[in-house]
């Protein structure tokens, strides 16, 4: 009886921090999501005026609404440890970022263990599947120039007509630096099997952890953003200036991230919103490869592409097997960083939310009384 007492007890306590989490949550969204369109439509004049300066202001309050989000994670206990490469000297620099994709949760990980990486969170491109443009978030996106893309045969070539135009027009125009794809194109459990049937079917890697990558919007990234000489070779600088008006250096980097989750169980955003799971640490490991090993034409960048994910493979299947990512290739020890927010700047993010949120309420209840 006292063990049920007692399960009880506990059940009704998560069922009660849930929803005390997911009211915070709803009204936090409805606060800082207005004002953070708000405050751009009040901006717009600056957009004619100096469009380098409204897209720098516009990619700071983009990051304090990522980092909004990390919070929620971050206060539930969801950390993340870093393995591999150090990123943080590149984060300056150009780069595609090609990462495993196996729940929603992926991209609320990705937001928060980028926070502390220099302007990353700023000057960051994502692509996502289309769905998400329906999502809360989904109009902070659209305005940012984040880039939305449809999944199935029917609209593949179409898609990637749309991914380059909407590069040439947004990337350099709003000077971002680094782009963020999902090459499987789906999450792990609803592509695996069909995956291992493509692979069995074309003598390819039998995958578990992850899935075959797909080719499209990877070549259309590398095609378009990576630095062209006029006899069509690599160069140091596309020609295309940024937004001080130095020439660009294009693509530099690709940066290969693997998520790894604690005894392989994924992280969706519902547990990031409801806070049920118990505290939990997710693992992210870098490697770093310069945009001069990558090629660019089809059969090659395919079998390049391949490779990284049987690597992601070994990676998952050491991590699972042993609760560690293996040590780089000529050592002996991994080595891990406990990536870290600062609880203070987070608390004056939230705080600014809200006051912003009830500025604006006073904003628009006196200019509707002044109307009507």
Known sequence: MAQLLD??????????????????????????????????????????????????????????MLAMVSSWGWVAGYTVTEWGDDVRPISE?????????????????????????????????WLMDHVFKYTNFGLVSLIHGD???????????????????????????????????????????????????????????????????????????????????????????????NQSGSKRKGLQWVVDVTIAYPKARPMDIQTWIFGYRPPTVTHVHYRIYPIKDVPVETEPLTDWLYQRFVEKEELLAH??????????????????????????????????AFASGYMWYLVLQYLYCCLF
């Open 7 to 64: 399960g009880a007890r506990k059940l009704g306590w998560v069922l009660l921090k849930s929803v005390l989490r997911f009211v915070f949550m709803f009204i936090n969204n409805c606060v800082a999501i207005p004002s953070y369109c708000l405050y751009l439509l009040l901006l717009q004049p600056l957009r004619i005026w100096d469009s380098p300066t409204f897209w720098n202001i516009e990619g700071i309050m983009f990051k304090w």
């Open 93 to 125: 620099e150009e780069a595609m970022v090609i990462v495993n994709h196996q729940a929603t949760g992926d991209v609320c990980t990705l937001m928060m263990c980028l926070q502390d990486k220099g302007t990353v969170v700023r000057k960051m491109m």
């Open 147 to 241: 880039f939305f893309i449809r999944q199935g045969k029917a609209h593949r070539d179409n898609q990637l007509v749309y991914l380059k135009d909407h590069l040439d027009r947004y990337y350099h125009s709003r000077d971002r630096k680094w782009i963020v794809l999902f090459p499987e194109g789906g999450f792990l459990r609803k592509r695996r099997e069909t995956s291992q049937l493509f692979a069995k079917k074309n003598s390819l890697p039998h995958l578990t952890h992850v899935t075959l990558p797909r080719l499209g919007a990877t070549q259309v990234i590398l095609k378009t953003l990576r630095a062209q000489q006029e006899n069509g070779s690599v160069g140091s600088e596309t020609g295309i200036p």
């Open 319 to 352: 991590f699972y097997d042993t609760g560690a990512f293996p040590p780089p290739k000529g050592q002996k020890e991994a080595v891990s960083r406990a990536m870290t927010l600062d609880p203070v700047w987070l608390c004056i993010i939230q705080t600014l």
